[in-house]
């Protein structure tokens, strides 16, 4: 049996009045790569803000290789291996590429630290060109390689990524799909959440299907791309 890493369990996000999240439960298991598909509004950045803690629970519960995330602090994530590229990139605009690197390994002693920038900017040779740029002044596709190298500093074993292609170019869609394969045929657990749902059926190896704060569907990517109703809400007239 694979080891669950990430358990979701009967989960529940409001805001207010708003219910964005409704009593949804999933599971990540080790080297998979699972994707969460559905349109906007449906509750899937609620759903992994309240996994990383950056939103409150409201009911339910969230476990990661058997530690209750709710309870461990901003900075104890990364030293249990999990990390998220959220939404939007988010890159630190005033500060160089290098400097938003070494924010991504700020729990890391300075020696790995080190090490890891070498790593990332040598995996990502477009960031290695402009180390002392600063990150506003970089182009989308870049900044969003950036996103996803500050997200790898910690070298994680979990990796979170909220709509990694939004906005980019078709080729630099296909570079971003072609790093989130490679990461997971490094051994990389990863949970994708994408507004591409072809290319994200593609690589990834099971689905969940979120509609209005609720679980729809789940089941395997590769069944799932082939299915007549996905087909006709998500992927358009094929
Ligand atoms: N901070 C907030 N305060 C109030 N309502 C919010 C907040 N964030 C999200 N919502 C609402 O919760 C619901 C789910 O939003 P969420 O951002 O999780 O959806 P999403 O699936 O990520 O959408 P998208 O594909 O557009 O990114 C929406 O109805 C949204 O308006
Ligand atoms: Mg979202």
């Known amino acids: 049996m694979k080891n669950t890493l990430l358990n979701v369990d009967q989960l529940e996000v409001s805001y207010g009045p708003v219910k964005a999240v409704q009593n949804i439960s999933f599971q990540v298991n080790e080297g998979e790569l699972v994707t969460i598909i559905g349109a906007n ?6 759903t992994l803000n309240a996994i990383m803690g950056l939103t409150d629970i409201s009911a339910g519960k969230v476990e990661f290789n058997g530690n209750d995330l709710a309870k461990s602090s901003v900075e104890a994530k990364p030293k249990l291996g999990i990390v998220m590229s959220p939404e939007g990139r988010r890159v630190f605009a005033d500060l160089t590429v290098k400097e938003n690197l ?3 390994g700020i729990t890391l002693p ?3 630290c080190d090490v890891r920038l070498d790593e990332m900017v040598k995996r990502f040779p477009i960031l290695g060109e402009r180390v002392n740029q600063e ?3 970089l182009s989308g596709g870049e900044q969003q390689m ?3 190298a500050r997200a790898l500093m910690i070298g994680p074993k979990f990796l979170i ?7 980019l170019a078709p080729k ?4 971003v799909f072609e790093l989130i394969s490679e990461l997971h045929q490094e051994g990389v657990t990863i949970l994708l959440v994408e507004q591409n749902v072809k290319k994200s059926l593609a690589v990834a190896d099971r689905a969940y299907v979120m509609e209005l704060g609720h679980i729809v569907r789940e089941g395997r990517a590769a069944d799932l791309s082939q299915d007549k109703k996905i087909h006709e809400a998500y992927l358009g007239a094929a």
């Open 41 to 46: 509004g449906a509750g899937k950045t609620s």
């Open 161 to 167: 990524l909220d709509e990694p292609s939004l906005g």
């Open 172 to 175: 630099i869609v296909t570079q």
């Open 110 to 112: 300075k020696a790995k």
């Open 146 to 148: 950036l996103a996803i």
């Open 135 to 137: 990150a506003g002044t």
């Open 102 to 104: 070494i924010a991504g």
